[in-house]
């Protein structure tokens, strides 16, 4: 069992950029599958993009494909989720999760995570 929080969420202009950061504690240092999560009221929840660090593998979902980029630093616990060229429909809470299971390799899917951080809203004015 571990905790995450994440941080770097706010309001932005369209087509500006944002850095989160998911932070965990109580670390196993056993390989594990990390992901970032975006919802907004009265839709569905989108998985946005995952890395297993044990490797550095990581995958997106198309609409945020060129634009998003998912990184970890292993010395501070923390994945990375680098947001460019923000449009408004990139407006969520982006919540971070995480496995010690390998990644679904059939794709970004909520229900295979175990630890949730609390959230951070993302806005992006147009």
């Known amino acids: 069992l571990i905790q995450l929080a994440e941080?770097?969420?706010g309001s932005?202009?369209?087509g500006?950029?944002?850095r989160l950061s998911c932070i965990a504690s109580g670390y196993t240092r056993s390989r594990r599958c990390v992901a970032w999560?975006?919802?907004v009221?009265?839709?569905a929840r989108e998985g946005v993009s995952m890395i297993y660090t044990g490797d550095g593998t990581s995958s997106y979902t198309d609409s945020v494909k060129g634009r998003f980029t998912i990184s970890q630093d292993d010395v501070e616990n923390t994945v990375f989720l680098q947001m460019n060229s923000l449009k408004p429909e990139d407006?969520?809470?982006?919540?971070c999760a995480a496995r010690v299971m390998f990644c679904?390799?059939?794709?970004?899917?909520?229900g295979q995570f175990d630890d949730w951080g609390q959230g951070t809203q993302v806005t992006v004015s147009s």
């Open 7 to 9: 941080f770097g969420g």
């Open 12 to 14: 932005v202009q369209a």
């Open 16 to 18: 500006g950029s944002l």
């Open 37 to 39: 999560f975006r919802q």
């Open 41 to 43: 009221p009265g839709k």
């Open 91 to 95: 407006t969520a809470m982006y919540y």
């Open 104 to 110: 679904p390799p059939a794709g970004i899917d909520g």
